[in-house]
């Protein structure tokens, strides 16, 4: 067995084997899909209480208007706002006080809604739904026209455009640019983590080793070099590995999950938007039903073999290109707390380009994600929130070339920075002495 095979084998085994990872593969998962189950169950969790709202109609004509439901009552009084706020200072009683003041259909702002605490959107929603309704059915019956509220209900329209991706073969597959949009900020967040993690690893590890003096027993063995490269591709597996476990459980997790709770809370969470006012109609598992199949018919129109393979190849050519030159600030500096001054020019290009994949997702075929989709150091990153919108091979290729071209080049400069730093103790390092031993 080669020495960088041994180096890379020590790297996996002792960073696989802590509690810190263990403990964080596992619980990870978790959270994830408790990040995306959670808030869907407590959609479907509706307070018990009624809640109690003072009215006061200065024009008396809402009082038909204003209805009761399920979760609000309505009480109509003709005391002043005042009387009622000084009599009842912390508002006992009655969860709201709503107050119009004059004719709505001439003042839209002549209402006002007071309480103790900030009014929460529900209630908010709720009131304004069914003052609006009332007004507009009110300045449709001004004009006197006849059947003009049928002709109005007819005339509107709600068109949905669906979206169809040809094949190379002339072939439909229907898509959803925001399922794409979703897909790629995944991915390029994740890729974002996973180089800032362990990039850092990477470094954190070499000035470990430096500042404890063990590396003056493994250079004695292997070369400076093989020794940055096994740690290098040692902590790529550990990252990998953690990132199959992770997509592994956490389907698991939700899986499991979903099949208990899944299927109320969508119809649950669906029948209140409806109540609310953005639904067309009821809805019954039947049409649950529908739209599983319809999100699973759009995710089937997205290439997630190419998704997946590209993603690990970004991810590490990302990874490689960025950790070879944060291995060459470890060596180069005495101490952890050193490494801020040359730690931050490394991770700026980073932070650019989450935000550059954040503007691109909005114009994937546009000029900033072009260029930073073949700018190395923000390419593994932008092009992952381009891929599920569709990029042409030769830019895929050109991209990938341009990046393992740099991770090359990088691993030579980092290599020979790497070999002079290692072993030099108690000199403060600047970035002119730094551009001295790639000179060497």
Request: glycine share 6%.
């Amino acid at each position: 067995m080669s020495k960088i095979s041994l180096i890379i084998k020590r790297e996996y085994t002792t960073r696989v084997m802590k509690k810190s990872f263990i403990i964080l593969t596992f619980l990870t998962p978790i959270l994830f899909a408790g990040m995306i189950m959670v808030p869907l169950w407590l959609s479907s969790i509706k307070d018990s209480a009624k809640k109690n709202i003072v009215v006061i109609d200065h024009t008396n004509k809402y009082r038909e208007v204003l209805k009761n439901s399920e979760d609000y009552t309505f009480d109509f009084v003709d005391k002043p706002a005042e009387e009622i706020r000084k009599n009842n200072a912390k508002s006992e009683g009655f969860a709201a006080l709503l107050v119009i003041t004059d004719d709505l259909a001439k003042d839209p702002k002549a209402v006002s809604l007071y309480s103790d605490e900030q009014v929460n959107m529900e209630l908010k929603n709720y009131v304004a739904k069914l003052l609006n309704n009332y007004v507009e059915q009110e300045k449709l019956a001004a004009y006197q026209i006849p059947n003009l509220k049928e002709m109005v209900e007819k005339s509107r329209a709600d068109i949905n455009i669906t979206t169809i991706k040809w094949g190379e073969n002339g072939q439909e597959k229907v898509g959803s640019a925001e399922l794409a949009l979703v897909i790629g900020m995944i991915s390029a967040f994740m890729i974002y983590m996973f180089i800032v993690i362990y990039g850092a690893q990477v470094m954190s590890g070499v000035v470990q080793e430096k500042t404890s003096r063990i590396v003056e027993v493994i250079i004695s063995s292997v070369k400076p070099f093989e020794l940055m490269m096994g740690k290098i591709i040692g902590i790529a597996m550990v990252g990998l590995t953690q990132f199959f476990l992770w997509m592994v459980f956490t389907v698991i997790i939700s899986t499991v999950v979903g099949s208990f709770i899944g299927g109320s809370v969508d119809v649950n969470a669906l029948q209140q938007a409806n109540s609310m006012g953005m639904g067309a109609g009821s809805v019954s598992s039947t049409d649950t039903q529908n739209i599983v199949r319809e999100v699973y018919g759009l995710l089937s129109g997205f290439d997630f073999a190419q998704i997946v393979v590209l993603f690990v190849i970004y991810f590490l050519g990302g990874y490689l290109l960025y950790a070879s030159l944060f291995a060459a600030v470890g060596s180069a500096v005495d101490s952890e707390t050193d490494t801020q001054q040359f730690s931050l020019p490394l991770t700026l290009p980073i932070i650019f380009a989450i935000y550059a994949a954040i503007y691109s997702a909005q114009n994937p075929d546009g000029p900033l994600a072009f260029w930073c989709s073949m700018v190395p150091f923000t390419s593994p990153i932008v092009m992952m929130v381009r891929l599920p919108f569709g990029v042409p091979a030769w830019q895929i290729i050109l991209s990938l070339s341009i990046l393992i071209l740099s991770f090359i080049g990088s691993t030579w400069m980092a290599g020979k920075i790497y070999r002079t730093g290692i072993l030099m103790y108690g000199k403060k390092v600047t970035w002119k002495e730094m551009w001295k031993w790639l000179r060497y």
